[in-house]
């Protein structure tokens, strides 16, 4: 592929990553859920959605060896990767150096993404932060995600009501984009291999980020760890007062998974 060659890096990217990790002293922590792409489909289908991004600033969570960020920069007139781990952001500043187009920054994705604010968030997500970035990303500037994650968090976020993956990040998530899985990736496309298989998704927002974002995701956090209950019972614990208007449109008997997110926003709008 084109880009390997421009990156100096060899055609076969397992060989190459392994390598360039040894000669870096660095072993990828599992604890953290850290994996290296190492195969050339997961970056085609980067490519491939690069049309559908906006052109303006693409922040990448997780720079690792920097092949994602070298596609990402075809894309976007400006993309800031953001690593965590001092040797790879060393090694892949000075890979990238020569794309003026590029900036890599030293620092933690969850403390850094609003400060950026990102018209496109991209990247392979470390598994240790999954939940807390995507409350980050909803809550930012983006108005268009791709990312890798485990695909059984790919599966929340595409759940529908009523069904056992329903969940509170599934109607965050619901409420602000409209989502889209691009891809499933075996374990063996990644070194080291995960236990389970990974998902690209693509999500384009829909809706913009209220002023009271932090009051509506600690709603839904406390909504379903009461998913089974009913809905009156469950608005009797979450809501500092519940509109009775509520009811005469809603059946008060409704356990709460069973809802869709348009109908829980409209219940969050009327109880604060």
Known sequence: MFFLEELGVEPN??????????????????????SFTVNPAIL???AGLCSNLSRDRCVEIGTG??????ILSKCCRRVISIEKDPRLYEFSRKL????????IIHGDALELLHKLEPKTVAGTVPYSITGPLLGAIASSTAEKV???LQKDVVDRLLA???SRRYGSITVLMQTFFKI??????PPKYFYPEPEVSSAMVEMTRVREVPNNMEEYEKFLKCLFSYRRKTLRNALARCCRRVDEDIYSFLDSSKRVFHLPPEDILDIFRRCI
Do not use: C
């Not at 990217?13 to 850290?34: A, N």
């Open 13 to 34: 990217l397992y060989i190459w990553t392994v390598r360039t990790l040894r000669e870096l002293g660095l072993k990828p922590s599992r604890r953290l859920g850290q």
């Open 44 to 46: 085609r289908d980067f």
């Open 65 to 70: 060896l920097g092949v994602v960020t070298y």
């Open 96 to 103: 990238l150096s020569r794309y003026s187009n590029i900036e």
């Open 146 to 148: 791709a990312i890798v």
């Open 160 to 162: 529908k009501h009523g």
């Open 180 to 185: 889209h899985k691009v891809n499933v990736y």
